[in-house]
T-cell receptor, first 114, second 115 residues
């Protein structure tokens, strides 16, 4: 079953602008991760935020997590044309017996126009 | 270079002809899994393995088999492929199945078409 849902489905911005993508989920999680996928290629891990963390930064990426609202956001600042890709959130709600179970949303397609 | 390698990258086959998609990782990861990606449905987990000889069903296991005889390899087997298994398949691995270190490394994908 799909746990994470990204919003918006598609986002088109100009180079230099900031891009914000949101993710909502349904059950309790251990952590939430964001991945990037260039067209038809494998996913690349961007950042992981644990359930007891509220905000995390990595370069031009800023992720927030609100467990009370079961939502997360990914902010990409000063976007570049090379940031054009699909972005997925993945929730890890695994238990001790079943281990890590990443559940992915359908993704946000980001287009950054030069 | 640390990586997950899938083969083949592209495959066209006919209904009912058994096929295997190989997956190998060189990072000594315990946890490996297979996903399929379909438009409008995102990524869905097919099978996963927490360690050698330990495999379990994911969300969409019907029509698939896996094995984990060695830590580095996790092949996906389609005994009798059908057109509804036409999809983009990804193998992924992570260091541990525990709550920490669950960042996943993905292969480049296998685009399978069953006619």
């Amino acid at each position: 079953s799909q746990q994470g849902e990204e919003d918006p489905q598609a986002l088109s911005i100009q180079e230099g602008e900031n891009a914000t993508m949101n993710c909502s989920y349904k059950t309790s999680i251990n952590n939430l991760q964001w991945y990037r996928q260039n067209s038809g290629r494998g996913l690349v891990h961007l950042i992981l935020i644990r359930s007891n963390e509220r905000e995390k930064h990595s370069g031009r990426l800023r992720v927030t997590l609100d467990t009370s609202k079961k939502s997360s956001s990914l902010l990409i600042t000063a976007s570049r044309a090379a940031d054009t890709a699909s972005y997925f959130c993945a929730t890890d709600a695994g238990e001790e017996t079943s281990g890590s179970r990443l559940t992915f949303g359908e993704g946000t397609q980001l287009t950054v126009n030069p | 270079e640390a990586q997950v390698t899938q083969n083949p990258r592209y495959l066209i086959t006919v209904t009912g002809k058994k096929l295997t998609v190989t997956c190998s990782q060189n990072m000594n990861h315990e946890y490996m899994s297979w996903y399929r990606q379909d438009p409008g449905l995102g990524l869905r987990q097919i099978y996963y393995s927490m360690n050698v000889e330990v495999t379990d069903k994911g969300d969409v296991p019907e029509g698939y088999k896996v094995s984990r005889k060695e830590k580095r390899n996790f092949p996906l087997i389609l005994e009798s492929p059908s057109p509804n298994q036409t999809s983009l398949y990804f193998c992924a691995s992570s260091f541990s199945w525990a709550r920490e270190n669950t960042e996943a490394f993905f292969g480049q994908g296998t685009r399978l078409t069953v006619v």
